[in-house]
Nanobody, 128 residues
Framework: QVQLVEAGGEVGQAGGSRRLSCAAS????????MGWFRQVQGKERELVAA????????YYADSLKGRFTISRDNAKNTVYLQMNSLKPEDTAVYYC?????????????????????WGQGTQVTVSS
């Protein structure tokens, strides 16, 4: 059984930093593109960032470029999301996901529908 387990979500102050991790088990995700999404209650789940299988290429939502960084350690079967200069509007449940289908175009992984496996989410709350 494939499991993606997110960790690192907490309550923090605006301007602070936080690193989320997502550990995979039951599947080696080194051949999967990985993504981080976030969802605010009552709104659609939106892409935060995606990273290629090797980790060499990353895609970011325009509004988050320069503040968030996605990375992966395939040896640890883990993907990370470093979040800096946090703002209250970053408050959301953050989900990681794995996409098994290969595409050379990273834009392919901006769609929720291409992801096969999802974590349960971790809450990030940023207070002003």
């Amino acid at each position: 059984q494939v499991q993606l387990v997110e960790a690192g979500g907490e309550v923090g102050q605006a301007g602070g930093s936080r690193r989320l991790s997502c550990a995979a088990s039951g599947r080696t995700v080194s051949s999967d593109a990985m993504g981080w999404f976030r969802q605010v209650q009552g709104k659609e789940r939106e892409l935060v960032a995606a990273i290629s299988q090797s980790g060499g290429t990353a895609y970011y939502a325009d509004s988050l470029k320069g503040r968030f960084t996605i990375s992966r350690d395939n040896a640890k079967n883990t993907v990370y999301l470093q979040m800096n200069s946090l703002k209250p509007e970053d408050t959301a449940v953050y989900y990681c996901a794995a996409a098994a289908t290969y595409s050379v175009n990273l834009n392919y992984y901006t769609r929720r529908s291409v992801y096969n496996y999802w974590g349960q989410g971790t809450q990030v709350t940023v207070s002003s």
